[in-house]
Protein backbone atom coordinates (compact mmCIF):
# COMPACT_ATOMS: atom_id res chain seq x y z
CA UNK A 1 0.00 0.00 0.00
CA UNK A 2 1.01 3.18 -0.69
CA UNK A 3 2.19 5.39 2.32
CA UNK A 4 0.13 8.30 1.20
CA UNK A 5 -2.80 6.38 1.24
CA UNK A 6 -3.43 5.28 4.60
CA UNK A 7 -3.41 8.59 5.92
CA UNK A 8 -5.83 9.65 2.67
CA UNK A 9 -9.92 10.30 3.50
CA UNK A 10 -11.71 10.72 0.63
CA UNK A 11 -13.03 13.88 2.38
CA UNK A 12 -9.69 15.00 1.98
CA UNK A 13 -8.88 14.48 -1.72
CA UNK A 14 -12.63 16.05 -2.41
CA UNK A 15 -11.67 19.46 0.07
CA UNK A 16 -8.55 19.56 -2.27
CA UNK A 17 -9.60 19.31 -5.42
CA UNK A 18 -11.88 22.11 -4.36
CA UNK A 19 -9.32 24.29 -2.86
CA UNK A 20 -7.68 23.76 -5.90
CA UNK A 21 -10.07 23.86 -8.38
CA UNK A 22 -11.16 27.51 -6.73
CA UNK A 23 -7.46 28.84 -7.48
CA UNK A 24 -7.70 27.79 -10.66
CA UNK A 25 -10.88 29.57 -11.62
CA UNK A 26 -10.06 33.07 -9.78
CA UNK A 27 -7.46 33.20 -12.78
CA UNK A 28 -8.76 36.14 -15.03
CA UNK A 29 -9.21 35.74 -18.63
CA UNK A 30 -6.08 37.58 -19.21
CA UNK A 31 -4.16 35.98 -17.16
CA UNK A 32 -5.48 32.49 -18.48
CA UNK A 33 -4.89 33.76 -21.67
CA UNK A 34 -1.19 35.14 -21.49
CA UNK A 35 -0.50 30.92 -19.29
CA UNK A 36 -1.53 29.08 -22.27
CA UNK A 37 0.47 31.21 -24.68
CA UNK A 38 3.33 31.12 -22.16
CA UNK A 39 3.35 27.09 -22.11
CA UNK A 40 4.46 26.80 -25.76
CA UNK A 41 7.17 29.10 -25.05
CA UNK A 42 8.10 26.77 -21.92
CA UNK A 43 7.75 23.78 -24.39
CA UNK A 44 10.19 24.50 -26.79
CA UNK A 45 12.97 25.99 -24.71
CA UNK A 46 12.44 22.85 -22.93
CA UNK A 47 13.08 20.95 -26.19
CA UNK A 48 9.49 18.66 -25.57
CA UNK A 49 8.96 18.46 -28.74
CA UNK A 50 12.27 17.02 -30.36
CA UNK A 51 11.58 13.65 -32.36
CA UNK A 52 8.35 13.67 -31.33
CA UNK A 53 5.62 12.78 -33.75
CA UNK A 54 2.17 12.03 -31.83
CA UNK A 55 0.64 14.58 -28.79
CA UNK A 56 -1.88 13.60 -26.70
CA UNK A 57 -3.65 16.95 -25.17
CA UNK A 58 -7.21 17.77 -24.48
CA UNK A 59 -9.95 20.23 -24.98
CA UNK A 60 -9.85 22.38 -21.94
CA UNK A 61 -12.93 22.93 -19.56
CA UNK A 62 -13.20 24.95 -16.66
CA UNK A 63 -10.30 26.77 -16.37
CA UNK A 64 -7.95 24.26 -17.25
CA UNK A 65 -4.88 25.46 -18.70
CA UNK A 66 -5.75 26.21 -22.19
CA UNK A 67 -4.26 24.35 -24.77
CA UNK A 68 -5.22 25.74 -28.08
CA UNK A 69 -2.45 27.54 -28.54
CA UNK A 70 -0.14 24.31 -28.06
CA UNK A 71 -2.25 22.31 -30.61
CA UNK A 72 -2.19 25.53 -33.07
CA UNK A 73 2.18 25.17 -32.76
CA UNK A 74 1.86 21.62 -33.05
CA UNK A 75 0.21 21.85 -36.08
CA UNK A 76 2.75 23.76 -37.17
CA UNK A 77 5.33 21.63 -36.75
CA UNK A 78 3.25 18.46 -38.38
CA UNK A 79 3.31 16.58 -35.46
CA UNK A 80 -0.03 15.03 -34.78
CA UNK A 81 -2.23 15.93 -32.22
CA UNK A 82 -4.43 13.49 -30.34
CA UNK A 83 -7.64 13.95 -28.07
CA UNK A 84 -9.26 11.71 -25.70
CA UNK A 85 -12.54 10.12 -25.96
CA UNK A 86 -14.27 8.37 -23.07
CA UNK A 87 -14.02 4.66 -24.18
CA UNK A 88 -17.35 3.39 -26.30
CA UNK A 89 -16.86 0.09 -24.96
CA UNK A 90 -14.53 -0.12 -21.74
CA UNK A 91 -15.94 2.09 -18.96
CA UNK A 92 -13.75 4.30 -17.04
CA UNK A 93 -11.16 4.54 -19.99
CA UNK A 94 -10.05 6.75 -22.75
CA UNK A 95 -9.14 6.29 -26.32
CA UNK A 96 -7.00 8.98 -27.67
CA UNK A 97 -8.31 9.93 -31.80
CA UNK A 98 -6.51 12.56 -34.13
CA UNK A 99 -7.57 15.87 -33.93
CA UNK A 100 -7.03 18.66 -37.14
CA UNK A 101 -8.67 21.29 -38.03
CA UNK A 102 -11.47 19.38 -40.19
CA UNK A 103 -12.01 16.79 -36.92
CA UNK A 104 -15.92 17.15 -36.40
CA UNK A 105 -16.01 17.76 -32.50
CA UNK A 106 -19.29 16.35 -30.19
CA UNK A 107 -19.86 17.01 -26.67
CA UNK A 108 -19.37 13.73 -24.70
CA UNK A 109 -21.82 13.05 -21.38
CA UNK A 110 -19.90 15.47 -19.52
CA UNK A 111 -20.04 18.08 -21.75
CA UNK A 112 -16.67 17.91 -22.98
CA UNK A 113 -16.30 18.05 -26.59
CA UNK A 114 -14.66 14.78 -28.10
CA UNK A 115 -13.34 14.45 -31.92
CA UNK A 116 -16.55 12.03 -33.60
CA UNK A 117 -15.73 8.10 -33.14
CA UNK A 118 -13.81 7.20 -35.84
CA UNK A 119 -11.75 3.96 -35.22
CA UNK A 120 -9.37 5.26 -38.51
CA UNK A 121 -8.33 7.92 -36.46
CA UNK A 122 -7.46 5.72 -32.79
CA UNK A 123 -3.85 6.24 -32.01
CA UNK A 124 -2.47 2.74 -30.04
CA UNK A 125 -1.13 4.42 -26.51
CA UNK A 126 2.11 2.85 -27.38
CA UNK A 127 2.84 5.17 -30.25
CA UNK A 128 2.13 8.03 -28.52
CA UNK A 129 5.19 9.71 -27.73
CA UNK A 130 4.17 12.33 -25.45
CA UNK A 131 0.38 12.64 -23.43
CA UNK A 132 -0.08 15.91 -21.51
CA UNK A 133 -3.08 15.56 -18.90
CA UNK A 134 -5.22 18.35 -17.04
CA UNK A 135 -5.11 17.93 -13.68
CA UNK A 136 -6.61 20.46 -10.63
CA UNK A 137 -3.69 19.88 -8.31
CA UNK A 138 0.14 18.61 -8.46
CA UNK A 139 2.86 18.23 -6.26
CA UNK A 140 6.88 18.02 -6.26
CA UNK A 141 7.06 14.32 -6.51
CA UNK A 142 4.89 13.91 -9.52
CA UNK A 143 1.31 13.23 -8.17
CA UNK A 144 -1.29 14.17 -9.44
CA UNK A 145 -4.99 15.21 -8.16
CA UNK A 146 -7.48 14.61 -11.21
CA UNK A 147 -11.06 15.95 -11.13
CA UNK A 148 -11.87 12.37 -9.28
CA UNK A 149 -13.47 10.33 -12.16
CA UNK A 150 -10.24 8.57 -13.12
CA UNK A 151 -10.01 8.10 -16.40
CA UNK A 152 -6.72 8.82 -17.16
CA UNK A 153 -5.71 6.89 -14.42
CA UNK A 154 -7.35 3.94 -15.28
CA UNK A 155 -6.12 4.48 -18.86
CA UNK A 156 -2.56 5.22 -18.09
CA UNK A 157 -2.54 2.06 -15.47
CA UNK A 158 -3.55 -0.18 -17.98
CA UNK A 159 -0.82 1.43 -20.69
CA UNK A 160 1.75 0.83 -18.26
CA UNK A 161 0.73 -2.77 -17.07
CA UNK A 162 0.89 -3.58 -21.05
CA UNK A 163 3.87 -2.35 -20.94
CA UNK A 164 5.22 -5.05 -18.22
CA UNK A 165 3.68 -8.03 -20.09
CA UNK A 166 6.11 -10.92 -20.72
CA UNK A 167 5.89 -10.47 -24.58
CA UNK A 168 5.24 -6.92 -24.56
CA UNK A 169 8.10 -5.02 -27.02
CA UNK A 170 10.64 -3.97 -24.67
CA UNK A 171 12.21 -1.90 -27.69
CA UNK A 172 8.63 0.14 -27.70
CA UNK A 173 8.84 3.34 -26.53
CA UNK A 174 7.02 4.57 -23.28
CA UNK A 175 4.92 7.49 -23.86
CA UNK A 176 6.03 10.24 -20.98
CA UNK A 177 3.42 11.54 -19.21
CA UNK A 178 3.67 15.35 -18.49
CA UNK A 179 0.75 17.61 -16.26
CA UNK A 180 -0.25 20.83 -17.62
CA UNK A 181 -1.27 23.02 -15.39
CA UNK A 182 -1.27 26.70 -13.81
CA UNK A 183 1.40 27.39 -11.63
CA UNK A 184 -1.50 28.20 -8.60
CA UNK A 185 -1.98 24.24 -9.06
CA UNK A 186 1.27 23.53 -7.65
CA UNK A 187 0.43 21.50 -3.79
CA UNK A 188 3.19 20.97 -1.54
CA UNK A 189 2.10 17.23 -0.78
CA UNK A 190 -0.74 15.59 -2.13
CA UNK A 191 -2.37 12.33 -0.74
CA UNK A 192 -1.34 9.64 -3.34
CA UNK A 193 -3.46 6.64 -3.86
CA UNK A 194 -1.78 2.85 -4.64
CA UNK A 195 -3.29 3.41 -8.51
CA UNK A 196 -1.46 6.80 -9.50
CA UNK A 197 0.37 6.88 -12.55
CA UNK A 198 3.23 9.77 -11.45
CA UNK A 199 4.00 12.07 -13.60
CA UNK A 200 7.01 12.51 -15.33
CA UNK A 201 6.56 16.38 -15.63
CA UNK A 202 4.67 19.04 -15.29
CA UNK A 203 4.70 21.71 -18.08
CA UNK A 204 3.31 25.46 -16.40
CA UNK A 205 3.38 28.82 -17.87
CA UNK A 206 6.95 29.44 -16.19
CA UNK A 207 8.40 26.36 -15.21
CA UNK A 208 9.45 23.05 -16.26
CA UNK A 209 8.42 20.70 -12.81
CA UNK A 210 10.60 17.50 -14.28
CA UNK A 211 10.12 14.86 -11.55
CA UNK A 212 12.82 12.26 -9.88
CA UNK A 213 12.99 8.87 -11.63
CA UNK A 214 11.94 10.34 -15.50
CA UNK A 215 14.23 10.89 -17.94
CA UNK A 216 15.44 13.63 -20.15
CA UNK A 217 16.68 13.61 -23.52
CA UNK A 218 20.23 14.75 -24.37
CA UNK A 219 18.55 18.15 -25.54
CA UNK A 220 17.14 19.29 -22.26
CA UNK A 221 20.16 17.97 -20.44
CA UNK A 222 22.43 20.08 -22.53
CA UNK A 223 19.70 22.96 -21.86
CA UNK A 224 19.49 22.54 -18.12
CA UNK A 225 23.52 22.45 -17.77
CA UNK A 226 23.35 25.77 -20.09
CA UNK A 227 20.58 27.67 -17.80
CA UNK A 228 22.53 26.27 -14.70
CA UNK A 229 25.41 28.54 -16.39
CA UNK A 230 23.48 31.82 -16.25
CA UNK A 231 24.02 31.70 -12.52
CA UNK A 232 27.58 32.86 -13.12
CA UNK A 233 26.88 35.82 -15.20
CA UNK A 234 27.77 39.20 -13.37
CA UNK A 235 25.52 41.86 -14.33
CA UNK A 236 28.00 44.37 -16.20
CA UNK A 237 30.39 42.13 -17.25
CA UNK A 238 31.26 40.88 -20.95
CA UNK A 239 30.45 37.00 -21.49
CA UNK A 240 32.85 35.11 -23.50
CA UNK A 241 30.44 32.85 -25.51
CA UNK A 242 31.92 29.53 -27.07
CA UNK A 243 30.05 27.67 -29.75
CA UNK A 244 27.49 24.42 -30.79
CA UNK A 245 24.32 23.17 -29.73
CA UNK A 246 24.94 23.22 -25.75
CA UNK A 247 25.91 26.65 -25.95
CA UNK A 248 23.24 27.67 -28.16
CA UNK A 249 20.83 27.44 -25.31
CA UNK A 250 22.76 29.46 -23.33
CA UNK A 251 23.02 32.13 -26.15
CA UNK A 252 19.33 31.70 -25.89
CA UNK A 253 18.64 32.40 -21.94
CA UNK A 254 21.32 35.32 -22.31
CA UNK A 255 19.27 36.93 -24.33
CA UNK A 256 17.01 37.82 -21.17
CA UNK A 257 19.55 39.36 -19.53
CA UNK A 258 21.11 41.25 -22.51
CA UNK A 259 20.09 44.64 -20.62
CA UNK A 260 22.15 43.36 -17.36
CA UNK A 261 25.53 42.88 -19.51
CA UNK A 262 27.53 44.83 -21.86
CA UNK A 263 27.71 42.43 -23.95
CA UNK A 264 29.47 38.87 -25.06
CA UNK A 265 32.87 38.49 -26.76
CA UNK A 266 31.94 35.50 -29.62
CA UNK A 267 34.11 32.26 -30.52
CA UNK A 268 32.49 31.93 -33.94
CA UNK A 269 30.25 33.01 -36.99
CA UNK A 270 27.62 31.04 -36.04
CA UNK A 271 27.27 32.07 -32.26
CA UNK A 272 27.87 35.21 -33.66
CA UNK A 273 24.81 35.12 -35.96
CA UNK A 274 22.88 34.08 -32.96
CA UNK A 275 23.79 36.31 -30.65
CA UNK A 276 23.17 39.21 -32.76
CA UNK A 277 19.85 38.14 -33.70
CA UNK A 278 19.07 38.18 -30.08
CA UNK A 279 20.33 41.80 -30.09
CA UNK A 280 22.88 41.01 -27.95
CA UNK A 281 25.52 43.17 -28.07
CA UNK A 282 29.27 41.49 -29.89
CA UNK A 283 32.40 42.62 -29.25
CA UNK A 284 35.59 42.30 -31.18
CA UNK A 285 38.06 40.12 -28.39
CA UNK A 286 40.50 42.74 -29.27
CA UNK A 287 38.65 45.22 -27.60
CA UNK A 288 38.75 43.56 -24.29
CA UNK A 289 40.89 43.33 -21.50
CA UNK A 290 39.87 40.91 -19.56
CA UNK A 291 36.23 37.85 -19.27
CA UNK A 292 35.01 36.85 -16.37
CA UNK A 293 33.57 33.92 -17.38
CA UNK A 294 33.85 31.81 -20.57
CA UNK A 295 31.11 29.28 -21.28
CA UNK A 296 31.43 26.55 -23.77
CA UNK A 297 30.36 23.09 -24.32
CA UNK A 298 33.10 20.25 -24.92
CA UNK A 299 32.95 16.90 -27.13
CA UNK A 300 34.77 15.02 -24.68
CA UNK A 301 35.95 15.67 -21.32
CA UNK A 302 37.40 13.70 -18.39
CA UNK A 303 37.27 14.20 -14.78
CA UNK A 304 40.49 16.11 -14.90
CA UNK A 305 38.81 18.78 -16.52
CA UNK A 306 40.15 18.53 -20.01
CA UNK A 307 38.23 18.52 -23.08
CA UNK A 308 37.90 17.38 -26.96
CA UNK A 309 36.77 20.34 -28.38
CA UNK A 310 36.24 21.59 -32.44
CA UNK A 311 33.56 18.62 -33.51
CA UNK A 312 31.57 22.29 -34.62
CA UNK A 313 35.31 23.31 -36.41
CA UNK A 314 35.31 26.82 -33.78
CA UNK A 315 38.21 25.10 -32.07
CA UNK A 316 41.11 28.27 -32.47
CA UNK A 317 38.45 30.72 -31.41
CA UNK A 318 37.61 28.61 -28.91
CA UNK A 319 41.15 28.29 -27.44
CA UNK A 320 41.26 31.58 -27.78
CA UNK A 321 38.86 33.49 -26.09
CA UNK A 322 38.83 30.45 -23.22
CA UNK A 323 42.50 32.30 -22.71
CA UNK A 324 41.58 35.61 -21.93
CA UNK A 325 38.93 34.17 -19.45
CA UNK A 326 39.40 34.05 -15.73
CA UNK A 327 36.94 31.10 -15.47
CA UNK A 328 36.25 28.37 -17.86
CA UNK A 329 32.67 27.15 -17.37
CA UNK A 330 31.98 23.89 -19.78
CA UNK A 331 28.42 23.09 -20.36
CA UNK A 332 27.84 19.55 -20.88
CA UNK A 333 24.92 16.80 -21.12
CA UNK A 334 26.38 13.40 -19.39
CA UNK A 335 27.29 11.81 -22.70
CA UNK A 336 30.11 13.82 -22.96
CA UNK A 337 31.58 12.54 -19.56
CA UNK A 338 34.72 10.02 -20.55
CA UNK A 339 37.59 8.57 -17.96
CA UNK A 340 40.04 8.70 -21.20
CA UNK A 341 40.09 11.31 -24.15
CA UNK A 342 40.36 10.21 -27.79
CA UNK A 343 37.15 7.91 -28.69
CA UNK A 344 35.54 11.41 -30.22
CA UNK A 345 37.78 11.87 -33.11
CA UNK A 346 40.68 14.82 -32.02
CA UNK A 347 39.91 17.68 -34.48
CA UNK A 348 43.09 19.81 -35.76
CA UNK A 349 42.71 23.20 -38.07
CA UNK A 350 45.36 23.32 -40.53
CA UNK A 351 46.71 25.91 -42.94
CA UNK A 352 44.82 24.02 -45.96
CA UNK A 353 48.25 24.22 -47.85
CA UNK A 354 49.78 21.83 -44.99
CA UNK A 355 47.10 19.36 -44.96
CA UNK A 356 48.94 16.34 -46.54
CA UNK A 357 52.19 17.30 -44.30
CA UNK A 358 50.56 17.29 -41.37
CA UNK A 359 48.01 14.31 -42.06
CA UNK A 360 51.57 12.18 -42.30
CA UNK A 361 53.33 13.75 -39.46
CA UNK A 362 50.14 12.52 -37.31
CA UNK A 363 50.18 9.07 -38.51
CA UNK A 364 53.86 8.51 -37.32
CA UNK A 365 52.37 9.86 -34.08
CA UNK A 366 49.87 6.70 -34.40
CA UNK A 367 46.83 8.29 -35.09
CA UNK A 368 44.15 8.45 -38.57
CA UNK A 369 43.90 11.47 -39.61
CA UNK A 370 40.80 12.38 -41.71
CA UNK A 371 40.15 15.42 -43.83
CA UNK A 372 37.09 16.69 -42.97
CA UNK A 373 35.62 17.29 -46.41
CA UNK A 374 33.75 20.32 -47.15
CA UNK A 375 34.36 22.23 -44.09
CA UNK A 376 36.31 25.58 -44.09
CA UNK A 377 36.73 27.22 -40.92
CA UNK A 378 35.64 30.56 -39.59
CA UNK A 379 39.54 31.68 -40.73
CA UNK A 380 39.53 29.55 -43.54
CA UNK A 381 41.39 26.67 -42.70
CA UNK A 382 40.61 22.73 -42.98
CA UNK A 383 40.11 20.21 -40.32
CA UNK A 384 41.59 17.13 -39.76
CA UNK A 385 39.86 14.65 -37.08
CA UNK A 386 42.14 12.10 -35.69
CA UNK A 387 40.72 8.69 -34.98
CA UNK A 388 41.99 5.52 -32.78
CA UNK A 389 44.01 7.55 -30.58
CA UNK A 390 44.25 6.53 -26.80
CA UNK A 391 45.62 10.00 -25.09
CA UNK A 392 46.84 9.50 -21.99
CA UNK A 393 48.73 12.56 -21.62
CA UNK A 394 46.49 15.13 -22.89
CA UNK A 395 48.70 17.98 -21.70
CA UNK A 396 51.71 16.22 -23.52
CA UNK A 397 49.61 15.24 -26.99
CA UNK A 398 48.53 19.25 -26.95
CA UNK A 399 51.59 20.55 -27.28
CA UNK A 400 53.51 17.74 -29.38
CA UNK A 401 50.70 18.79 -32.05
CA UNK A 402 51.24 22.32 -32.01
CA UNK A 403 54.79 21.78 -32.89
CA UNK A 404 54.13 20.34 -36.03
CA UNK A 405 54.41 22.88 -39.17
CA UNK A 406 50.84 24.03 -40.31
CA UNK A 407 48.55 23.32 -37.28
CA UNK A 408 46.65 26.28 -36.93
CA UNK A 409 45.93 24.40 -33.08
CA UNK A 410 44.70 20.91 -32.17
CA UNK A 411 41.25 20.31 -30.24
CA UNK A 412 42.74 19.35 -26.92
CA UNK A 413 42.39 21.72 -24.13
CA UNK A 414 44.37 20.11 -21.55
CA UNK A 415 46.74 23.13 -20.89
CA UNK A 416 43.65 25.25 -20.22
CA UNK A 417 40.85 22.68 -18.99
CA UNK A 418 37.92 24.16 -17.88
CA UNK A 419 37.69 25.45 -14.17
CA UNK A 420 34.23 24.70 -13.88
CA UNK A 421 31.78 21.73 -15.43
CA UNK A 422 28.36 21.77 -15.39
CA UNK A 423 26.44 18.52 -16.36
CA UNK A 424 22.81 18.21 -17.28
CA UNK A 425 21.83 14.10 -16.33
CA UNK A 426 18.81 12.63 -14.98
CA UNK A 427 18.81 13.61 -11.65
CA UNK A 428 19.57 17.62 -12.52
CA UNK A 429 22.87 19.42 -13.09
CA UNK A 430 26.14 18.98 -11.24
CA UNK A 431 28.58 20.94 -10.76
CA UNK A 432 32.27 20.01 -10.62
O1 LIG B 1 33.62 23.41 -32.32
C1 LIG B 1 32.74 23.18 -31.55
C2 LIG B 1 32.88 23.23 -30.11
O2 LIG B 1 34.10 22.81 -29.63
C3 LIG B 1 31.73 22.66 -29.30
O3 LIG B 1 31.84 23.24 -28.05
C4 LIG B 1 31.72 21.17 -29.13
O4 LIG B 1 31.78 20.56 -30.39
C5 LIG B 1 30.47 20.70 -28.37
O5 LIG B 1 29.34 20.96 -29.12
P1 LIG B 1 27.87 20.53 -28.68
O6 LIG B 1 27.50 21.38 -27.53
O7 LIG B 1 27.03 20.80 -29.91
O8 LIG B 1 27.90 19.08 -28.35
Not at 156 to 183: C, F, T, V, Y
Request: neutral net charge.
Amino acid sequence: MNLNSSATKNGSRAQLRQLYKNKRSELSAFEQKKAARNIVTRAVENALFVKVKRVALYASVNGELNTQYLIAYLWAQAIEVYLPVVHPFSAGHLIFLRYTGDTIMRPNRFGILEPELDVNTLCPLNELDLIFTPLVAFDTNGNRLGMGGGFYDRTLQSMRANERLPNANLSAKQAKIIGLAHDVQRASLLPAQDWDIPLSAVLSPTTFYLFKGSSMNQDQKKKAAAIAAIEYVTTGSIVGVGTGSTVNFFIDALAKLKHDIVGVVSSSDASTARLKKHGITVFDLNEVNALDIYVDGADEITEYKHMIKGGGAALTREKIVAAVANTFICIIDDTKLVSMLGKFPLPVEVIPLARSYVAREIVKLGGDPMYRQGIVTDNGNHILDVYNLEILDPPGLEATLNQIVGVVTNGLFAHRGADIVLTGTHDGVKKA
